[in-house]
């Protein structure tokens, strides 16, 4: 899971000596493959396995005395294809693009809605393992909720110490005295003030994680598993960092170790019902009997080409705990260097393993099916059986050659949304995303805007600063086209 270190130099740039690191090259980062997703959700399984990984890994890192300090869904990467060391520089240029320059940046630091509250209330304090603790719990709640525990669209220091507040209650005494702002947004006794309704740990937790699962049909996190998951994150979530637990700590609490009783329908639609249940940190599917890949009588005629009908047999029921120790035994092993560089490949490789099996059984059904439909549609016109086999022979080479075509067609098809790069035939997708991302854009700014009164009346501007905005997952300053707006207000007061 962390990827070996290749070579090592050193940097000395107008700011110090930086020592850098190189490894494997790595794919998108957890955080892209959730923007990928129009609802921004992992699946139960994938998120609990996601979370128990990374928990692993910061507990394996601050055991080497290492505090990472940049802790995020957008440093988790995932692993590039097997076969991408085979691939010549020209050849990946061919199929990736040449790589982007990009002007040298002297600015880097945690994204704000993440970074822990020590940074800005004890900035003249190193950062330690508690840290991580708090950005490891903003995380992991990134991992199970389609959006973060703290929310900041053109945020500054005091809106992300506003959400804290409003979800994990006062801050300690010396910094909420420090904390000028407060005046403004709370009561001494830190009851909000001028926002009413205000959104609690609860809340969140509820329009976050439990409503978009709801909404979009997939199983939910229970009673028990809900307060596992609170019992766990509120004290990574500790104000105080002496007062957040250590990684090992974590991994001995109830959600780690078993994630509670389960008794989610993990099916839809027809075939034998499975349950996730729990028992002693152990996750199963309940014993159900192999199936066969092929429900239609095999045509004799087409045996040679078609898939035989091997049996499927039902998931192995080891626990996912044991699983997940396998994975992490089983990885590079203990090097410094990425998060979790082969997570989501792994379980992506395990959930789609029985695809070719199904797949080839589906669409030699499906063949099977066309094949009788032909021999009767001849038996039915010519009304006699040897006339019909006659024209039916004429037919075979033809019919032959398309069946197999339909065979090897399906299988690249499969193999594609198996091993392939996601992609989308939709061609408005981009399209759509952008006039979305402009639009709430274009809503943030308009709070922010203000009335001029000049020759030809009055008009609403905004500064030019205003237009900057930081994407807290990556740290880039972005300055979106509504720059081109204000430049044409320039040219229409001005003509």
């Keep these: 899971m962390v990827p070996s270190i290749l070579d090592r130099f050193t940097i000395h740039g107008p700011n110090g000596s930086h020592a850098c690191y190189v490894t494997a090259p790595a794919r998108a980062s957890l955080s892209q493959a959730k923007d990928g997703s129009w609802i921004r959700l992992f699946q139960l399984d994938v998120a609990r396995s996601l979370a128990a990984q990374l928990v692993l890994v910061v507990n394996y890192v601050h055991a080497q005395g290492i505090v990472h300090g940049d ?16 691939i010549t520089l020209e050849q990946l240029y061919e199929k990736y693009g040449a790589p982007e320059l990009d002007p040298v940046k002297y600015e880097s630091r945690t994204p704000l809605v993440i ?10 304090e190193p950062l330690s393992f508690s840290s991580d603790i708090w950005t490891l719990a903003c995380t992991i709640w990134s991992i199970i909720a389609q959006r973060p525990l703290f929310e900041g669209f053109l945020a500054t220091e005091d809106d992300i110490t506003c959400e ?40 969140r937790f509820e329009d976050s994680v439990q409503q978009p699962r709801r909404d979009s049909g997939m199983p939910l996190f229970d009673a028990r598993e809900r307060d596992a998951i609170f019992d766990m994150l509120r004290p990574m979530l500790s104000f105080r960092p002496e007062n957040r637990p250590t990684t090992q700590q974590i991994l001995e609490s109830e959600w780690m170790r078993d994630s509670g009783d389960k008794d989610d329908d993990v099916n839809s639609g027809d075939g034998p019902e499975q349950k996730i249940n729990v028992d002693n940190g152990h996750f199963w599917t309940p014993e159900v009997h192999s199936f066969s890949s092929r429900k239609v009588a095999e045509c004799g005629d087409l045996h040679e080409i078609l898939h035989g009908g091997a049996p499927v047999e039902p998931s192995t029921q080891v626990g996912i705990t044991a699983w997940i120790s396998k994975i992490y035994n089983e990885a590079q092993g203990f090097k410094i260097g990425t998060f979790i560089d082969v997570l989501l490949w792994t379980l992506w490789r395990k959930q789609s393993a029985k695809w070719p099996n199904l797949a080839q059984g589906y669409v030699s059904d499906i063949i099977s ?16 059986s040897v006339m019909s086999s006659r024209i039916l022979s004429l037919l075979m080479d033809d019919l032959m050659e398309n069946y197999r075509q339909s065979i090897s067609l399906a299988d690249f098809l499969r193999g594609i949304e198996q091993a392939g790069t996601p992609m989308t035939l939709n061609h408005y997708l981009n399209d759509i995303l952008q006039k979305c991302r402009e639009k709430r854009f274009q809503n943030a700014l308009a709070k922010k805007a203000f009335t001029v009164h000049l020759r030809l009346g009055d ?5 030019l600063g205003d237009i900057y905005y930081q994407d807290h997952m990556t740290n880039v300053f972005v300055l979106t086209s509504s720059v081109f707006t204000f430049k044409g207000f320039l040219r229409k007061i001005l003509s």
């Design 71 to 86: 802790l995020h869904l957008g440093n988790v990467l995932l692993k590039v294809p097997p076969t991408f060391d085979q």
């Design 164 to 203: 804290q507040v409003d979800t994990l209650g006062v801050l300690p005494p010396e910094w909420w005295r420090k904390w000028e702002a407060r005046r403004h947004k709370f009561s001494e006794d830190g009851k909000p003030m001028n926002r009413n309704p205000f959104r609690s740990w609860d809340d």
């Design 115 to 124: 970074r822990p509250p020590e940074a800005r209330f004890e900035p003249d």
């Design 459 to 463: 008009e609403k501007v905004v500064r």
């Design 369 to 384: 099916y066309v094949h009788k439909f032909i021999q009767t549609a001849l038996l039915a016109a010519c009304r006699d």
